[in-house]
């Protein structure tokens, strides 16, 4: 009994020393540390997952320690030029810094409590701003550019993710994801909008979401992907030469539905037009027809964003509301910025 009980003050010693190590910005290999092994594995659903991803390809954890009640790890954004990937903590205001072989840093603080992140062609940071409830750009000097924080004259709800177009177009969603009543002078829809390269229009693209949240181009562009998470599904709509949606062609893409924890948020498209986004029980890899090839299965209740990312865009990162990991793909992910059209 004596030395049973020197086992557990010492494995409660290991975990008080783990939580107080990401207390200080996180470290590498901390989600092992401080929490019990999980059955994390690749679930080969059809053979052509085996062009896509080694159903023997191990899922790394890199960090915890992340996220709490107003929000969860997020965000996730390959800096190619430096070598580091981007991510948000919106729960504790600020965004991280990971860089492979360092670990994990505080790049900036606070941030308004930022979601969603992406680059423009310029290479400028566009970040979706929860407690602001904007939309906003970093200039290559420093500054701030509010980008969107109102439509016709009501608030932004709470924007959500971004993406931008090869024409240097603007996509958000902005759902309603705050804990306080509506008020009059706020939005009465959850919204998809664009906002023109020029910015000079600001459009209103689809208002029949119940929680709009990630969104992804097809490789050629052609097809918007939007998912919403409270019914579980992503919808496609075509992407019309103007770059506004023919709205016609909406439909389900995907139902990701399921017993286990887990709905649609984050979204990514590979340079194949594979689709990946969180739903129940992992991360669904999922063909351009919506046939689901498999699910990486990483042990955590929810999955919030992913990015491709590596010299190579075949990195996997994804955050779940407390962890960033990654596994290795065999396909490279689709880059970002996203590269000029001729």
Not at 166 to 194: C, H, K, M, N
Not at 326 to 332: D, E, G, H, P, T
Request: charged content about 25%.
């Amino acid at each position: 009994m004596h030395d049973q009980s020197k086992i557990t003050r010492r494995r409660a010693l290991q975990m008080a020393v783990a939580v107080a190590g990401l207390a200080a910005g996180g470290a590498r290999g901390a989600w092992a540390q401080a929490q019990p092994q999980m059955q994390l594995r690749i679930e080969r659903l059809a053979l052509e997952l085996d062009k896509i991803i080694s159903v023997d390809e191990p899922i790394k954890e890199l960090a915890s320690g992340f996220g709490g009640p107003l929000g969860p790890a997020e965000g996730p954004l390959w800096w190619k030029e430096g070598g580091y990937l981007l991510f948000t903590d919106i729960h504790n205001n600020r965004r991280m810094k990971y860089t492979p072989g360092k670990g994990v840093t505080v790049d900036l603080e606070p941030t308004n409590r930022a979601n969603g992140l992406t680059r423009d062609l310029q290479g400028r940071l566009l970040s979706c701003e929860h407690d602001t409830r904007r939309v906003t750009r970093r200039e290559l000097d420093g500054g701030l550019t509010v980008l969107a924080n109102s439509f016709q004259g009501r608030r932004l709800n709470r924007p959500n993710d971004v993406v931008v177009r090869s024409d240097g177009a603007i996509y958000f969603t902005d759902p309603w994801t705050l804990q306080t009543p509506q008020e009059q002078w706020d939005l009465t829809l959850a919204g998809v909008y664009r906002l023109a390269p020029d910015l000079g229009t600001f459009t209103l693209l689809v208002d029949n979401f119940v929680l709009p949240n990630g969104l992804a181009f097809s490789p050629d562009e052609s097809v918007l992907y939007i998912n919403d998470s409270r019914r579980g599904h992503i919808r496609a709509f075509d992407v019309m030469p103007s770059g506004v949606l023919a709205k016609q062609s909406d439909r389900v893409f995907a139902d990701l539905r399921g017993s286990e924890p887990g709905v649609p948020d984050g979204m990514k498209v590979d340079t194949a037009g594979n689709v990946y986004c969180g739903g129940a029980g992992g991360i669904w890899i999922l063909d351009p027809q919506g046939k689901k090839l498999g699910r990486i299965v990483h042990g955590q209740p929810a999955t919030t964003n992913i990015a491709f990312g590596g010299d190579d865009w075949r990195t996997l990162y994804f955050t779940s509301r407390t962890h960033l990991g990654s596994v290795n793909l065999k396909i490279a992910g689709t880059p970002v910025p996203a590269p000029k059209r001729s």
